[in-house]
């Protein structure tokens, strides 16, 4: 069984680019959930993606978009890249979005630093 | 509003020393609760979580809905337990999104 992959594992911008992370699901998961986590702080939901449609959305504004293909594979894509979207992402994958109680399982997380 | 509480940014303690991480929420419905651990160099992991009632590696943790808690608890510290834990809590509703803490660093000194 493959776990949660993510690519690629550092990433360097600068503002006002735009940039595009993606994430393997788990074998056999449906649902891929995107998370930030800024230094020092905890995860932070960003949205949900259960079979190729947008699930829930936490407080993030639009030119954070994203998408869940066939497969279920996903990708983040962050426009207008400000500093303060420097930080970890990670993307976790569970088997049913519809469990709250579902395990989800995290990736290694994409390091993005803008400058 | 949903939120999750650790007070502690880091805790300190010897090998077999007992272990208490703390967590409170802030939730109107009925919350799942979650800890989650990040060993050094390794990804975030599911701990336990309170509707499995398990002990895991040791560590147990109780809901007290009361005092809105869900505190991590092991008796005796080992060295292998030095980690980054995070609490969690879903909201039950059409995602199972986590709300997370800010972690508490647990160290386990020899």
């Known amino acids: 069984e493959t776990g949660v992959t993510q690519s690629p594992t550092h990433l360097i911008k600068t503002r006002g680019q735009q940039v595009t992370l993606r994430c393997s699901s788990q074998s056999g998961h449906n649902t891929v959930s995107w998370y930030q986590q800024a230094l020092g702080q905890g995860p932070q939901f960003i949205f949900q993606?259960?079979?190729?449609?947008?699930?829930g959305r936490g407080n993030f504004p639009p030119r954070f978009s994203g998408l869940q293909f066939p497969n279920y594979s996903s990708e983040l894509n962050v426009n207008a890249l400000e500093l303060d979207d420097s930080a970890l992402y990670l993307c976790?994958?569970?088997?049913?979005?519809?469990?709250?109680?579902?395990?989800?399982?995290f990736g290694p997380g994409t390091r993005l630093t803008v400058l | 509003a949903q939120r999750v509480t650790q007070p502690e940014k880091l805790l300190s303690v010897f090998k077999g020393a007992p272990v208490e991480l703390k967590c409170n929420y802030s939730y109107s419905g009925s919350p799942e609760l979650f800890w989650y651990v990040q060993y050094s160099r390794q990804r975030l992991q599911l701990l336990l979580r309170h509707i499995s009632r398990e002990s895991i590696k040791g560590f147990t943790a109780d809901l007290n809905k009361g005092e809105t808690s869900f505190h991590l608890k092991k008796p005796f510290a080992q060295e292998e337990d030095s980690a980054m834990y995070y609490c969690a809590l879903s909201a039950w509703g059409a995602t199972n999104k986590l709300i997370f803490g800010t972690g508490t660093l647990l160290a386990v000194q020899p």
């Open positions: 976790a994958s569970s088997l049913d979005a519809g469990t709250s109680t579902d395990t989800q399982y």
């Open positions: 993606y259960y079979r190729e449609e947008e699930n």
